[in-house]
């Protein structure tokens, strides 16, 4: 069976184009994040799978969550969504829906997985440093993970850098046993 990002990536490419032909990415980003949390929860997540809900059932529980922001166009994107049995790829379809639109706008989120918290000045100079690496204004999202030991872990979209001590310490493991 297809990964789901495979499968969801179509639904979220259509859904990008509507909303950007619309000039309604804000609105359709935040429906789509909503109505993925939606489905997320748990008891959500029963009901997709019960044959006793019927698809009609399950877009209009998360239409009428999703609120306002779902057009009438978002509202028949979920219907279709549900009408195929793929509400349960709202999160991934969200996901990619929000890479588009990062691209889009010449935005890029990076994650940025340090062994101590990042402190203003140094956010600062990494969110520099990658937008003139990457070409793009960047968004860092931070986290932290003492079992790096020191240094961090950047995630941007594909791109991964490792600049742990972990890692190195790692390496150089690998390179005495091999």
Known sequence: ???????????????????????????????????????????????????????????????????????EQGGNFVRTLAANRRLALLPQISARFDELKGEAEGVI????????????????????ALERRLGRSVRLQCATDPALIGGAVLRAGDLVIDGSLRARLERIAYELTA
């Open 1 to 71: 069976m297809a990964d789901k990002s495979t499968i969801a990536r179509p639904y979220a490419k259509a859904a990008f184009e509507e909303a950007r032909d619309r000039k309604r990415l804000g609105p359709w980003s935040e429906a789509l994040r909503t109505s993925a949390a939606v489905v997320g929860d748990s008891r959500v997540e029963e009901l997709l799978g019960n044959p006793r809900v019927t698809p009609e059932e399950l877009a209009a529980l998360i239409i009428g969550i999703a609120g306002p922001q779902l057009d």
């Open 109 to 128: 989120d990076v994650t940025v997985t340090s062994a101590a918290p990042l402190d203003d000045s140094q956010r600062d100079k990494l969110a520099a």
